[in-house]
């Protein structure tokens, strides 16, 4: 009885061993597999949707000659702009999970290109039935600028006041924080002796490394340069990029050298090319 039972828990002795060398291979494959799965990225379903900011911003683009010219042709871009007349426009790619990320053109009314730019993007993510996270794109922040093909909205440069209560750009920072965005690319267009007068991405180190990091990254992409001011918000306190960046979304400007209220397609591919470099940088595309 003793040899039976000594044999008994021998054999269980022996299922266990097995069992447990099982286990610690079968949980080593697993572990791997998690590792390799955590660098493919989960795609998720388009669903496109604009949402009209009413922030008396309302404006009609087609006013603008420059613009009206170079609107592409979509469906989604249409709806676009007819809802700019009632505000600003955002549209909304993805479904609202995964990464965030934020486009802004039009911050300057009369930067035309970038706009254009920003539209074509939309036209091209429309088609997409999957994307890689949630992008944001704002073509226009204020209509009504650009319709006049100004820089300024009631008077005031809009990239020198984001760091004024209830100012457009103000308004978009928080928005950016409610959307919980990982990063922020601001879109111009730089005059010829212009500053900065050249094809170029900015970005600042302090108090956001990350934002002096995308901007060395996006202009490797781009193949453009690339400049990083020491402090954000020192040399332009009310810029919409450095208020980004202090309040903790990393963000860059990006510029393409146009003279103001003008378009041209060298320009507007540039921008795009930016934008696209912008969302590559983000593992958006
Ligand atoms: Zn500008």
């Not at 402090?231 to 309040?247: C, F, I, K």
Request: overall charge positive; charged content about 20%.
């Amino acid at each position: 009885m003793i040899f039976i039972l000594n044999n008994k828990f021998k054999k269980i002795l022996i299922a266990i061993l097995i069992l447990s060398v099982f286990m610690v291979s079968f949980h080593g494959v697993s572990a791997a597999g998690t590792t390799e799965t955590t660098n493919i990225t989960t795609l998720i379903k388009n669903v496109p949707k604009i949402t009209t900011l009413k922030w008396k911003t309302g404006g009609d683009v087609k006013k603008n000659y420059a613009i009206k010219k170079s609107i592409p042709k979509s469906k989604l871009v249409n709806k676009v702009v007819k809802d700019a007349k009632y505000g600003t426009p955002i549209v909304r790619f993805g479904n609202g999970s995964g990464k965030k990320v934020f486009i802004v053109a039009g911050v300057h009314g009369n930067e035309i290109a970038s706009q254009i730019a920003a539209l074509k993007l939309i036209q091209t993510l429309e088609k997409k039935k999957y994307v890689k996270g949630t992008i944001y794109i704002i073509p226009f922040t204020a209509p009504w600028v650009t319709a006049h093909n100004s820089r300024f909205y009631k008077g005031k440069n809009l990239n020198s006041v984001a760091n004024e209560k209830n100012t457009v750009t103000n308004k978009i920072i928080n928005l950016a924080k409610n959307y919980k965005v990982v990063a922020v690319g601001d879109f111009h267009c730089t005059q010829p002796g212009g500053v900065p007068g050249r094809n170029i991405i900015l970005g600042t180190k302090i108090p956001n490394l990350s934002s002096a990091n995308m901007a060395k990254g996006i202009a490797k992409i781009v193949n453009m340069p690339y400049k990083n001011e020491k402090y954000a918000a020192v040399s332009y306190p009310g810029a919409l990029e450095d208020n980004l960046s202090v309040r903790g979304i990393p963000a860059v400007t990006c510029e393409v050298k146009i003279p103001h209220g003008t378009i041209n397609k060298k320009a507007t591919a540039l921008s795009l090319r930016q934008m696209n470099g912008f969302l590559k940088y983000n593992k958006l595309l």
